[in-house]
């Protein structure tokens, strides 16, 4: 039996209050463009604070005059200035990321407002179960102390956990995580579970889908060929759109790889080696943009290499991808893709 503990019952009414209350979010993702350069893509929102009504006795949420202007990006939440030397622009229009396949599990509702147990001393990290949820074990001072937790919001961008029993959550970028666990979630979800013995091509499609999408290509491929495995007379029906695109989607992201290595190991001065990497380059399977900066890569590559030129990277962050030769080969721009 665990540490038991007196509710504190203040603290937790305040502090689920600043939980609940901290912001008012803004319909839509939006993207923060500060005049330093820095971006960042979420929903931007507002602190506020609450009042309560005395003829009811409830507490409503409203914007605090000197409040923090903020956007919450899932990760994490960044506070930003909105004065006209600092804010460039928050558009709506302009989107650093795509609309991703998410996955959600429903919360099973607060058992208590417990906070979390200071000087506490993790003694197991269990796996999830299928219902995304798992008990950890605290060391306390007095004991010890169970601690619930479940993932409520999974996407290839990020991981949202809520504690049930504490005033507690986490959330993690979805690719610091590790990849067997997120399949092994991923595979126990209702819209992805499948039949034992009956493999779905359109569930393991979509599984792989998200590989792709969190930036695990091998994962993706690897997928994409036991699809293949299993299916040897061709996919189904139901599953061919979602299969050809799979495809499609995972040779560009292969083309990409390539030139973007292509770019470091000739940013590096490795010369040999980037021409060995862009000799990988899938020119039939890539875009055209694609084919373009590869070949401009690799005819610098072999002149650099053949005379050992300086190549040397241009300092701008704005451009990331344009390198500038000297001796008289032409200073193209590449962008990357």
Avoid at 127 to 151: M, S
Avoid at 266 to 271: D, E, I
Avoid at 316 to 336: A, E, M
Wanted: charged share 25%.
């Amino acid at each position: 039996m665990g540490l038991l503990r007196i509710p504190l019952l203040r603290y937790c009414v305040a502090l689920a209050g600043l939980m609940v209350g901290l912001v008012l979010s803004a319909s839509g993702d939006e993207v923060v463009i500060l005049k330093d350069g820095f971006v960042i893509q979420g929903n931007v929102r507002k602190e506020v604070t609450s009042i309560r009504d005395p003829a009811t006795g409830n507490s409503f949420p409203i914007a605090k005059d000197n409040g923090f202007d903020m956007i919450d990006e899932g990760p994490k939440v960044v506070v930003f200035s909105t004065h006209a030397r600092q804010l460039a622009e928050v558009s709506k229009e302009i989107k650093l990321r795509p609309q991703y396949k998410t996955y959600t599990m429903a919360f099973n509702g607060r058992k208590s407002n417990y906070p979390f147990p200071p000087a506490a001393l993790l003694k197991n990290n269990p796996d999830f179960n299928a219902k995304w949820h798992r008990t950890l074990e605290y060391k306390v001072p007095l004991g010890f102390e169970r601690v619930e937790q479940q993932i409520t919001y999974l996407d290839p961008y990020f991981c949202y956990m809520v504690s049930p029993t504490h005033m507690w959550r986490l959330a993690y970028r979805t690719s610091e995580m590790e990849p067997t666990k997120v399949r092994e979630l991923l595979a126990t979800h209702p819209e992805l579970i499948e039949e034992p013995g009956k493999p779905d091509a359109v569930r393991r499609l979509a599984l792989g889908k998200f590989m792709l999408d969190v930036g695990w290509l091998q994962l993706a491929k690897d997928d994409l060929e036991r699809v293949r495995r299993e299916f040897p007379g061709g996919v189904p029906k139901e599953a061919k759109e979602a299969y050809d695109t799979l495809s499609h989607e995972i040779d560009l992201a292969t083309a990409a790889l390539v030139v973007r290595e292509g770019e470091i190991a000739l940013a590096a001065g490795r010369y040999d080696y980037a021409t060995e990497v862009l000799k990988a380059f899938p020119e039939k399977l890539a875009e055209p943009k694609q084919v373009v900066d590869a070949t401009k890569l690799m005819t610098w590559s072999l002149a650099a290499s053949m005379s050992r030129l300086e190549y040397p990277r241009c300092a701008s962050r704005s451009k990331p991808g344009l390198f500038i030769f000297s001796k008289g080969i032409p200073s193209t721009p590449v962008q990357n893709s």
